[in-house]
């Protein structure tokens, strides 16, 4: 039985409880595990949440947690900044690490992560739960198989709204000591499930820009603090494999709570996809009776594992945390059996090349190679 500590009490670190919780009632063959400790930096928070959650301890020191002898496993869900101190401290301790995404403020600090890592041969993940909808493994498989032909273009976005208003106060998440803003948090999910569909990014050429040029430093507060980093990327990207695409990040798309997806065309058809209709996925096939052609629905059934390992029957759908589930299950899954399930730090490193290629893209004006 593994033991797993979790370090962050907040939406994603309730987000993991829940799948720890359910995984193996998804998967049967993984090995059980057990919520054995939860940390925050306040202790009557930790407590809260290891009652709510079902941990057995708590604490207010991610470093206890991390030298824990019953905690095999720790999952990190803190703001950017702490992350590389906690993944070295963690993997130095022998421990298998799940992170949350963007793996950290700088691409530096990354490779330094990704190199203990793979010195240690211990198993990694992050984050990025959206890759792992069986549909977008569907269309992956498609893509593979040659179904759609040759690929000819590739565009996604991934749009939210939850920055837009000018007057929501400063935060860890737009100061530049945790990295660049939407383009790591919501464009790094959408890089991946590119990168996850069509393989590697070559290069690419980037707008990234700051819109909300100040904000308040706290709710209702007059005093107001420069933003530095970005509100809107638009990247056009070239892929390894000889296609192109357009990629967009924004998190003050007025009225998107959730809007990443693609469409992707190929010589004999095309998909679309948005998580927005997550158990959803339209196919055109090119070349039928112009009469009756058009995209037809593919609804996730128990056809497309690991659905039916949730539900018997189709139409029912699957949810956010049905995807987390599904990423933790295969988390642990290859712990069990030293089979990579990733997206792993490795991973998490190159889509952050991308994210960086960008940056530097909008700053000369000019194309710039992903190496």
């Known amino acids: 039985m593994l033991g797993i500590g979790l370090i962050g009490t907040g939406f994603m670190g309730k987000a993991h409880a829940f799948a720890y919780r359910a995984a193996l009632a998804a998967f049967p063959d993984i090995p059980a595990s057990r919520l054995e400790i939860i940390a925050d930096v306040d202790d009557v928070i930790a407590a809260k949440a290891a009652h709510q959650y079902g941990f057995a301890r708590s604490t207010s020191s991610w470093q206890s947690l991390v030298r824990d002898p019953a905690v095999d496993v720790v999952s990190i869900t803190t703001p950017n900044t702490f992350h590389r101190e906690m993944v070295l401290a963690a993997i130095a301790a ?7 995404k963007p793996l950290s403020p700088s691409l530096a600090d990354s490779k330094v992560m990704v190199e203990a890592a793979e010195r240690s041969g211990l198993v990694t993940q992050v984050g990025f739960n959206y890759i792992k909808n069986p549909l977008l493994k ?16 590739f565009r996604g976005i991934h ?4 920055m837009h208003d000018p007057e929501s106060p400063y935060s860890w998440r737009i100061d530049p000591v945790g990295g660049p803003g939407v383009i790591a948090d919501l464009g790094s999910h959408i890089i991946g499930m590119a990168r996850f569909l069509l393989g590697p990014i070559s290069e690419v050429s980037a707008d990234v820009r700051t819109v909300i040029k100040s904000r308040p430093v706290a709710k209702d507060a007059k005093d107001r603090k420069d933003v530095l980093v970005d509100d809107v990327a638009r990247i056009l990207v070239n892929f390894s494999r000889g ?3 357009t990629i967009e990040a924004n998190w003050i798309a007025t009225g998107r709570k959730m809007q990443l997806g693609f469409e992707l065309t190929g010589e004999k058809g095309s998909l679309v996809f948005t998580q927005e209709r997550l158990n959803e996925l339209l196919l055109y096939k090119a070349g039928g009776d112009v009469r009756t052609s058009g995209y037809v629905r593919i609804e996730a059934g128990p056809q497309h594992v690991p659905y039916g390992q949730f539900c018997v029957a189709g139409g029912h759908q699957l949810g956010f945390n049905d995807l987390k589930t599904i990423e933790m299950g295969e988390f642990l899954g290859a712990i069990a059996t030293g089979n990579p399930s990733g997206p792993d730090f490795r991973e998490a490193y190159e889509i952050q090349k991308v994210v960086e290629a960008a940056i530097a893209s909008s700053k000369t004006r000019q194309w710039v190679q992903v190496k």
């Open 94 to 100: 022998g421990k298998h690490v799940h992170c949350e």
């Open 138 to 153: 569907l269309a992956r498989d498609m893509v593979s198989a040659g179904e759609l032909g040759d690929i000819t273009g």
């Open 159 to 162: 749009a939210e709204d939850y």
């Open 243 to 245: 296609c192109g695409g």
